[in-house]
Structure formats: structure tokens, C-alpha cells
């Protein structure tokens, strides 16, 4: 049984530490109760250190939403891995608004540079996958999603392998209040995403990786996305910025 996962990823929000800090303690005692589902918040960078402190007596785990692949050097702006490896459990990759703004800093071959070098500093990653609309369109979601599974993960180990995280997240349904149906979800996840890594490292493998679903998730429809046998939880943007988040994470347990 691979254990479920729910992961808040607060994109450009929540960054100031009055705000931030005040919505934690208002969730983090309910959501530290729920122990049949590893739950994680990804805030604003700038509230990693504050929040690493708040949740230190808890089982909540944290997130940073960026790394870069280097341990040092001229990245301005940027988080190496050995940076924030004594905060967080955690790191998303290669999320698809930022995937969207391009650059050598979201390439195929940097994400696969980002995912190595966070299991090297024991972070585990979320690695992040989805076919725009008119892939969709195209019925090229298979082709496009698996590319981007086996670029990300090519070269590494199946021991490695089996700490990932994945979250599917169709560029179409993120913010968009249209979500995929949870048998489409179920369906992309299971043949194209974990058959990838079967195809990399072998079915036992693939089968112990959790795949998480993304894109306009919320209280009223994560339940049944959690029926669905290849759907392992979820990465929330927006529905993770409520009180409700402890509800959500609630009924995906």
C-alpha cells in the first residue's frame, strides 16, 4: 500500500510572516492529528526558516517550490539544495508556470539536474508533469507526459526512485476550476505516468512510487479522486490557501 500525500503548494502567496505564520497555527494542530496521510506545505521561500521552526514538534512536513541543481555559484536568486536541505523534507520540481517561463533554468536536462541533486541532500522531490490544452487536444498527452517522466528520471537508481514523488498536473485544469475527471486522472497516471517508470526501472518499482493528481482540487472533489487505485493524493494550489485544507486532507486519508 503506498501511503497517500497531500502537498500545499502555496505558490506567490501567503510570503508575509504575520499572515503566514497565523494560518499555520490555526491548521497545524488539526492537520498534525491526521496520521493516515503524510501531508507537506510549500510556502513562498521567504518563510522557510519561520515555518521550519513553527512545525518542528509536528509530523507536517515542508517544502521548498524551487532549487537550483548547483551548490554554489553566480545564480542569483536562487536555493541550492544543500540551502534548504536542513529545512525541508521536501522540493517541488519543475512545476509547469515555471516550466512556462522557459530558459535553461527549466529545460528537460535541468529538471533531471534538479531531481538528482535533491535525492543527493536526501530531499524528496515532487516532480511535476502535464500536457498543455492543446496537447490535450492533439492526443498527444501520452507522448508529452511520459517524454518529460523519462527525461526527469533517466540515469538514476530504482533505490532512488522509489522516495519520488510525481504529481500529474495538466496545465489546462491548473486554476482553471476545471478539473480532469478522476477515471481520465486515474488513466493518465497509471499507463502513461507510472508505466514510464516501470519502462525505466521495472513494475515493482513503479508500483511503490506515489503519483499525485493536480490541478483544481479541492474539499468537494479529492475524495473521489482518492478512490481511484493509481491516485496516491495531491498537490493543491489554491484550496490549500483556506482553513478547508484540513478538511481536504481530511477526506483524502
Known amino acids: 500500500m503506498r501511503r497517500p500525500i497531500i502537498a500545499a503548494n502555496w505558490k506567490m502567496n501567503l510570503g508575509r510572516s504575520e499572515e503566514a505564520l497565523t494560518f499555520v497555527r ?24 519561520a515555518l521550519a521552526e513553527v512545525l518542528q514538534s509536528t509530523k507536517i512536513g515542508l517544502g521548498a517550490q524551487n532549487i537550483h541543481w548547483d551548490e554554489s555559484g553566480a545564480h542569483t536568486g536562487d536555493l ?50 502535464g500536457e498543455n490544452l492543446d496537447q490535450k487536444a492533439a492526443g498527444d498527452t501520452q507522448g508529452f507526459v ?3 517522466v523519462r527525461s526527469a528520471l533517466e540515469g ?9 514523488v510525481v504529481a500529474y498536473e495538466p496545465i ?12 481520465d486522472a486515474n488513466r493518465v497516471i497509471g499507463i502513461t505516468v507510472r508505466g514510464a517508470i516501470a ?7 513503479a508500483q511503490k512510487v506515489r503519483i499525485q ?5 479541492n474539499e ?25 485544507f484540513v478538511d481536504l486532507v481530511k477526506r483524502a486519508a
Not at 156 to 164: G, M, N, S, T
Open 26 to 49: 490555526q491548521i497545524r494542530s488539526p492537520l498534525n492529528k491526521l496520521e493516515d496521510v503524510d501531508r507537506v506545505i510549500c510556502p513562498p521561500a521567504t518563510m522557510l526558516s
Open 80 to 129: 541550492s539544495p544543500g540551502m534548504i536541505a536542513d529545512l525541508c523534507q521536501y522540493v517541488i520540481i519543475g512545476h509547469s508556470e515555471r516550466r512556462a517561463l522557459g530558459g535553461e533554468g527549466e529545460s528537460d536536462e535541468a529538471i533531471m539536474l534538479k531531481v538528482s541533486a535533491s535525492l543527493a541532500h536526501d530531499l524528496i522531490p515532487i516532480l511535476c508533469v
Open 146 to 148: 511520459g517524454g518529460q
Open 156 to 164: 538514476l537508481e530504482a533505490e532512488q526512485i522509489e522516495k519520488l
Open 172 to 183: 489546462w485544469a491548473i486554476g482553471t476550476g476545471e478539473a480532469a475527471t478522476p477515471a
Open 199 to 205: 519502462d525505466l526501472f521495472g513494475e515493482e518499482t
Open 213 to 217: 493528481y493536480g490541478g483544481s482540487v
Open 220 to 244: 468537494d472533489n479529492i475524495a473521489e479522486f482518492m478512490q481511484m487505485p493509481d491516485i496516491d493524493g495531491a498537490l493543491v494550489g489554491g484550496a490549500s490557501l483556506k482553513p478547508s
